[in-house]
């Protein structure tokens, strides 16, 4: 009888079980429910949590580069020179500033960019709605769809960007973009190289440069070797950019696995429950076993092993019918009001990372949740046990 998987403890564990096979499904389903819940919860928040990132990062340079000890920086050979560092993909020169629009009606305070649309190439264009930036043509500009919206402007409408007092611009709507995140949608426009020089009187100059890599990952790394390489420039990459709404999307993980994990452990106060009813039924037969030599120690593993195996039944059926249920999902997602939630569908991701974690904890909180019972178990004086079950 040595051992916690030894044939008499199997034998004994399992009869046991299978006496009270209602209360033990129940126990079973219970901790695959909570299970399921959580990983379905975790994969939606991974769906919307990549559907973000991959947002920002469309919008926003891996790194980018201003110079400390001035406005403004030439294009050359710096572009050239970034663009020869390993994991860079491309260098763009940049211009961002505030500035009012207006047509004379209406008039709102924006975040204006100025790009060189055929460097941006398709990173840009994709998010076209209506139109398109022009190449070298001053005084076109796009606008976020929620700006135009806003102030009820359409392609071809002309309006006046102003910067100063004697920094003002006469431009014409050529398009509608739509970044998916709303606080730039509402609030940016974006125009020619050009057209931004023009307006802040650059000259061929522009005010920062922004790099884009092959593994957005990388750009702390890259970003200190451009530092070192470059220390009149000051670089920001775009996990400190957005480090506030990364360090959100973070904890809101966090709490959806701990919230989620206290619904296991409610269903797995159940299977507890159904351990000490085995324990108060079987109080003779354990004093039988106590007086034919089984140790306290061997009680205690019978009644382990039975919170293993409901634990782990139900660990693996909810990994099980988590991951269906968001296979499910993510094939065939469901629809988004787009003006509630500025989503279209929505988004599922699993990560095995979070299968290992969830499985883990339940299994813990199964196994701790047995200690008690086959404490009380090993627990009981065999002679008093056997007396009192024949008075």
Known sequence: MNGLLSPFTRFIAWRQLRQRWRQTLLSVGTVALGVMVQIVALSLANGFENDLVTKVLGTNPHISLTPV?????????????????????QATPAIKT?????DGVGTTGILLFGIDPALEGDSFQDYMLRGKLSQGTVGDIVLGVELAKKMGWRVGDAIQVITGVDHQLSCRVTGIFQAGLYELDVRAAYVNLPSAQVLLDLGTDVQSLTVRLDDPMRAPEIGRQISAQWPAFQTRNWLESNKSLMSAMALEK????????????????GMANTLVMIVVEKTPDIGIMRAMGASQQQIRRLFMLQGICVGGTGVVAGCLL???????????PMNLPNDVYYIEKLPVLMQPIDFLLVAAAALAICVTASVVPARRAASLDPIETIRRSQS
């Open 69 to 89: 000890l001035s406005d403004r920086v030439k294009i050359e050979p710096l572009r050239s020179d970034l663009a020869r560092i390993p994991h860079v993909r």
């Open 98 to 102: 505030q500035a009012l629009i207006t």
């Open 254 to 269: 966090r709490v959806i696995f701990l919230v989620m994990l206290f619904l296991i452990l409610i269903a797995i106060v």
């Open 322 to 332: 988590g991951y269906g249920v968001s296979l499910i999902l993510a094939r065939f």
